[in-house]
């Protein structure tokens, strides 16, 4: 029997998305390996009321820690104390910058293998194993354990799933470090992109690796500002990955899901991760230099050329129009 833990990240009174998720795929394959899905909260209000938003995904137990929230140092002794004390096999971590930072800190600490970025938690020969895309998303490799394993998901790759169950709910004391009590969390930083708001857009122009570096984005700014209020721009998993644009912009399979009336593509390609989440706009224009691009096939209006030729003269055209 296998049981596997969830990190659960908690900040005012709700889990992230990310650790729901994870704990959904986790519940996925706890069946299988003949174990369960449980959850770690660590926080210093943690009520039976955060804990149950695990249980509604999957978490039969949620053990409690009472010790400083978002502190890395701090969840990454509590966890490893968790998995020795428990006997956990695999840990498991929703992603976002502190699931690297702790899933990799936990990993050392309990000698286990790891492996980050991964799409899927599936089970073979009995043992868990973890799905990763690797070579530009181009292939997915299979990570296998010998001992214990750490996986830290990709943002958002676990799909939340509500089961309408509830958990068990424990506390567990967990020595700190001298390490971690050396941390203290003195100000928690907005996401970067917080205001973005791509999903209520009635007009979405979309930034793709074609645009060429983050300043080049003014193209795109400068396309939804002439379309005027209801325009917004969002982005391709490419530039977020490449620090162009704020992830909170994110078009696609593991970003979001829009409709907007009219979806703009400027240099997207228009991979089948990214036509998921934008496929049911009303009319789709694309631009792109390759007529062989696979957004032509699904686009309503195309452009084949350059778009730093192509959008600006669009700009004018509409300004124009506009008066
Ligand atoms: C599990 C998984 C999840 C994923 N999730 C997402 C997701 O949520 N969203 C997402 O977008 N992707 C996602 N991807 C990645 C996806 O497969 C593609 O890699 C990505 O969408 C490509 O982004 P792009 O179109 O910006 O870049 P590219 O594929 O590099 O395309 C750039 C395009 O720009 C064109 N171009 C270049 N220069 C110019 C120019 N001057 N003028 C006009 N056109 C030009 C090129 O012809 C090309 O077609 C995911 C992949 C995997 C495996």
Redesign the pocket.
Known sequence: MANILVYGLAHEGTVNKNSRGAVSEAAKVASELGGEAHAVLVGTNVDDALAQQLGAVGATKVWTVNAAEGVAQTAADAISALVEAQGYDYVVFGGGLLGFEIGAAVAAAIGGGITVEA?ELAVDGGRLVAKR?IFG?TLLSTSHYKGKGVIVARTN?FEVKETGGSATVESFDAPASAAAGQVTLKVRGEQRGADINIEDAQILVTG???L?TAENFSVADGLAAAFGSGAAVGA????VDAGWFPYAG??????KTVAPKLYVGL???G?I??KV?MQSSENVLA????EN?PIFEFADFGVVG???KIAPALTEAIKAKKG
């Open positions: 799409t895309p998303d790759a793709g690796r074609g060429g391709t998993r490419a530039v994110q078009v696609g399979q593991t970003g240099g997207v390609s991979a991760q990214h989440g631009i792109n230099k390759d691009a350059d778009l730093h």
